[in-house]
């Protein structure tokens, strides 16, 4: 077991571009969470996937941000048009949940900056 | 909406120094997690408290939860600078909101 990945760690891109995140979870783990943090401040949830299916998004996933997990593996998150205020840490989280509370595991992020 | 809230923001402590750091909610948590975030990492788990003036102990680490579940302390004795990092609370029943975090600075 190798842990959550995610795939660049780093991305820098110019504004108006699309980006696309990779996080590969816990092979077992059926749950998969996204989130975004910001320097200093503690993540903010985006979106959860049970298996493959897109269970909740938050308020702050515009229509800019699409989340995927293809046969409830892997998982992307992709941004189009960037704005400066994109830039942030973007996080995957798994964990094996049939109720609430689960153990989520981290991955180590994709820094992603919008110049 | 809940709203975790952390104190202090920023802690810088000498080694070998004692400290505590809190966690408060404007609802009551179901349960809390504590995490730890090194610089260019994820969080990692420290524990999970449940029950209401519930103690928890992890080597240097004591973590307690206030009797009406709606705020949490770390303490931690004798700090090393392997305990750097930014601690997070979390209310894991709510699609894991997490607090604003303390951010820890122990000098060697």
Not at chain 1, 49 to 63: G, H, I, P, V, Y
Not at chain 2, 37 to 49: D, F, K, R, S
Request: proline share 4%.
């Amino acid at each position: 077991d190798t842990g959550v990945s995610q795939d660049p760690r780093h991305k820098i891109t110019k504004r108006g571009q699309n980006v696309t995140f990779r996080c590969d979870p816990i092979s077992e783990h059926n749950r998969l969470y996204w989130y975004r943090q910001t320097l200093g401040q503690g993540p903010e949830f985006l979106t959860y996937f049970q298996n493959e299916a897109q269970l909740e998004k938050s308020r702050l996933l515009s229509d800019r941000f699409s989340a995927e997990r293809p046969k409830g593996s892997f998982s992307t998150l992709e941004i189009q048009r960037t704005e400066q205020g994109d830039s942030a840490m973007y996080l995957c989280a798994s964990s094996f949940g049939v109720g609430e509370g689960d153990i989520q595991y981290f991955g180590a992020g994709t820094r992603l900056s919008v110049l | 909406t809940q709203l975790l809230e952390q104190s202090p923001q920023f802690l810088s402590i000498q080694e070998g120094e004692n400290l505590t750091v809190y966690c408060n909610s404007s609802s009551v948590f179901s349960s809390l997690q504590w995490y730890r975030q090194e610089p260019g990492e994820g969080p990692v788990l420290l524990v999970t408290v449940v029950t209401g003036g519930e103690v928890k102990k992890l080597k240097r680490l004591t973590f307690q939860f206030g009797d009406a579940r709606k705020d949490s302390s770390l303490h931690i004795t004798a700090a090393q600078p392997g305990d750097t990092g930014l601690y997070l609370c979390a209310d894991p029943f709510l699609k894991y909101i997490f607090g604003t975090g303390t951010r820890l600075k122990v000098l060697a």
